[in-house]
């Protein structure tokens, strides 16, 4: 079966629209999972008085506005009392101006007092995403929870942004003093609290947990189902490396994803330390990079060696750079692959749009997959900025994970309607030789049948006329119709 083309204005529509059903997925799941700020109460000057609001029993709020912090020091309960020098800041946000010999604060603490109804018996929780990049929470003097190891020395501090959920009660007067210890020698200037920190009812916050743990496990379940049908493909499919090279893709996105949510998933699993959450996160986008490369460059003819070089090129180089190093260094040029990987992803997209192969009816799902990735990166890298906080978006990832499975079911069917062809043709042939044997036979049945008796004739009639040899070489010839 010849492949099916789109027309290429047509085509264009297409990737219009599908834009735009992205993009309003992406808002309509903002829309419904999107906490409402409005009518909750704000956190000044360091509190936030939750008493007569009703909304604390059915939502979670977020922990943003002005914190009190006390730089370079590392407090717990009642130690701040009697130092009275603190800064008011933007959580999340940065910590702290260059002093005036142009030094910064590496560590300090942040204080926030919330205020509920006294005597309250209600468990409440407290979820921390991100602090860069050791933390100690500290709730009512006592240590609840860490992630990494504080330290007023760089020597002794452990790098370490691991989320984590921690649940206290408030004490007899309704008071919750939240003490939070942070340590950042990577980048001080950027401060430690780089998300939201939400605070709920403890019931609640488990459920909102849920959701957004439920959403990366079905998309992990979604690529491990992709996987293992692209790899029965691989292999019933003359090899082909596509399979493999989109499941790799894949991987790497699903990888930079996690890493990137509140919930950092395969961080938490692995305990990785911050310098291996950067590395893996690193490698990832540069995995990316060479796999979408692998996948196209069949489009690309003539120029395929050049750029063939080129790409093979970057990512040793980035390999290289992301194994060995300091971390400090490696953290100062993050941005630079997540550019990079922007960059690559639009050219390959923009690239692709420039070969006849495009049109085809199988191939163009290839764009929408990269389509539905771009959009994914957009749209995250917008929210952080904003500072919105939402349960983590699984659609773009499953798009992707969709088209690109509709693409090898096309391939697969196409390769099964050839076959199925290529069967009955060898059948038409196998039934016309068969056809044409049963008709030469039979009309060479009768001439042989008339030339044996000939032969046969011959001889009885010539007995003792033909010597010996003559007589043989006929005899033979006439048993050969046995």
Same mark, same amino acid.
Request: glycine share 6%; aromatic share 12%.
């Given at each position: 079966?010849?492949?099916?083309?789109?027309?290429?204005?047509?085509?264009?529509?297409?990737?219009?629209?599908?834009?735009?059903?992205?993009?309003?997925?992406?808002?309509?799941?903002?829309?419904?999972?999107?906490?409402?700020?409005?009518?909750?109460?704000?956190?000044?000057?360091?509190?936030?008085?939750?008493?007569?609001?009703?909304?604390?029993?059915?939502?979670?709020?977020?922990?943003?506005?002005?914190?009190?912090?006390?730089?370079?020091?590392?407090?717990?309960?009642?130690?701040?009392?009697?130092?009275?020098?603190?800064?008011?800041?933007?959580?999340?946000?940065?910590?702290?101006?260059?002093?005036?010999?142009?030094?910064?604060?590496?560590?300090?603490?942040?204080?926030?007092?919330?205020?509920?109804?006294?005597?309250?018996?209600?468990?409440?929780?407290?979820?921390?995403?991100?602090?860069?990049?050791?933390?100690?929470?500290?709730?009512?003097?006592?240590?609840?929870?860490?992630?990494?190891?504080?330290?007023?020395?760089?020597?002794?501090?452990?790098?370490?942004?691991?989320?984590?959920?921690?649940?206290?009660?408030?004490?007899?007067?309704?008071?919750?003093?939240?003490?939070?210890?942070?340590?950042?020698?990577?980048?001080?200037?950027?401060?430690?609290?780089?998300?939201?920190?939400?605070?709920?009812?403890?019931?609640?916050?488990?459920?909102?947990?849920?959701?957004?743990?439920?959403?990366?496990?079905?998309?992990?379940?979604?690529?491990?189902?992709?996987?293992?049908?692209?790899?029965?493909?691989?292999?019933?499919?003359?090899?082909?490396?596509?399979?493999?090279?989109?499941?790799?893709?894949?991987?790497?996105?699903?990888?930079?994803?996690?890493?990137?949510?509140?919930?950092?998933?395969?961080?938490?699993?692995?305990?990785?330390?911050?310098?291996?959450?950067?590395?893996?996160?690193?490698?990832?986008?540069?995995?990316?990079?060479?796999?979408?490369?692998?996948?196209?460059?069949?489009?690309?003819?003539?120029?395929?060696?050049?750029?063939?070089?080129?790409?093979?090129?970057?990512?040793?180089?980035?390999?290289?750079?992301?194994?060995?190093?300091?971390?400090?260094?490696?953290?100062?040029?993050?941005?630079?692959?997540?550019?990079?990987?922007?960059?690559?992803?639009?050219?390959?997209?923009?690239?692709?749009?420039?070969?006849?192969?495009?049109?085809?009816?199988?191939?163009?799902?290839?764009?929408?997959?990269?389509?539905?990735?771009?959009?994914?990166?957009?749209?995250?890298?917008?929210?952080?900025?904003?500072?919105?906080?939402?349960?983590?978006?699984?659609?773009?990832?499953?798009?992707?994970?969709?088209?690109?499975?509709?693409?090898?079911?096309?391939?697969?069917?196409?390769?099964?309607?050839?076959?199925?062809?290529?069967?009955? =043709?060898? @059948?038409? /042939?196998?039934?016309? $030789?068969?056809?044409?044997?049963? !008709?030469? #036979?039979?009309?060479? &049945?009768?001439?042989?049948?008339?030339?044996?008796?000939?032969?046969?004739?011959?001889?009885? =009639?010539? @007995?003792? /006329?033909?010597?010996? $040899?003559?007589?043989?070489?006929? !005899?033979? #010839?006439?048993?050969? &119709?046995?």
């Amino acid at each position: 079966m010849p492949h099916q083309y789109i027309n290429r204005k047509k085509l264009i529509l297409l990737v219009v629209l599908f834009i735009i059903l992205l993009s309003a997925l992406r808002l309509g799941w903002l829309a419904v999972f999107h906490n409402d700020v409005d009518g909750q109460p704000l956190i000044s000057e360091g509190e936030l008085d939750l008493r007569g609001w009703e909304g604390l029993s059915s939502e979670t709020i977020a922990l943003d506005g002005e914190w009190r912090f006390f730089p370079g020091k590392l407090a717990t309960s009642g130690q701040t009392e009697t130092w009275g020098d603190f800064n008011l800041v933007d959580v999340p946000g940065d910590w702290n101006d260059r002093k005036s010999n142009g030094s910064l604060d590496y560590y300090g603490t942040y204080k926030l007092r919330i205020i509920v109804e006294e005597n309250d018996d209600d468990v409440f929780s407290l979820v921390v995403p991100s602090v860069r990049n050791a933390s100690e929470l500290y709730v009512n003097g006592r240590l609840i929870d860490q992630s990494g190891q504080v330290s007023e020395s760089e020597s002794q501090y452990l790098a370490k942004n691991i989320p984590y959920t921690a649940s206290f009660t408030a004490d007899d007067d309704g008071v919750i003093e939240i003490m939070l210890q942070a340590t950042n020698y990577l980048d001080s200037s950027e401060g430690a609290i780089a998300r939201s920190i939400k605070f709920g009812e403890s019931s609640q916050v488990r459920s909102e947990n849920l959701i957004s743990y439920s959403m990366q496990l079905i998309v992990m379940v979604a690529f491990l189902i992709y996987t293992t049908f692209a790899i029965g493909l691989f292999f019933v499919n003359e090899r082909n490396g596509t399979y493999i090279n989109a499941s790799f893709l894949l991987l790497c996105a699903i990888v930079t994803h996690s890493l990137g949510s509140d919930e950092k998933l395969i961080t938490y699993w692995f305990q990785l330390d911050y310098a291996w959450n950067i590395r893996v996160a690193n490698l990832a986008s540069t995995g990316m990079i060479f796999s979408l490369w692998m996948i196209v460059k069949g489009s690309f003819g003539k120029s395929q060696k050049i750029i063939h070089t080129v790409v093979l090129t970057i990512c040793v180089v980035s390999l290289i750079a992301i194994l060995t190093l300091p971390l400090i260094d490696l953290f100062q040029i993050q941005d630079v692959f997540n550019a990079l990987l922007i960059v690559t992803l639009v050219l390959v997209i923009i690239s692709m749009f420039k070969v006849q192969s495009l049109q085809r009816e199988d191939t163009v799902w290839i764009v929408y997959a990269l389509l539905a990735l771009l959009n994914s990166y957009i749209w995250w890298g917008v929210w952080n900025s904003l500072g919105v906080n939402v349960f983590f978006y699984p659609i773009d990832l499953i798009i992707m994970i969709g088209c690109f499975t509709i693409m090898w079911f096309i391939r697969y069917f196409n390769m099964y309607n050839k076959s199925k062809e290529q069967a009955s =043709r060898l @059948k038409n /042939v196998s039934e016309e $030789k068969d056809e044409f044997l049963a !008709r030469t #036979s039979h009309e060479l &049945r009768n001439p042989l049948h008339g030339i044996l008796n000939l032969t046969q004739t011959t001889l009885d =009639r010539n @007995k003792g /006329v033909f010597d010996q $040899k003559k007589s043989k070489r006929i !005899r033979n #010839s006439n048993n050969g &119709r046995e």
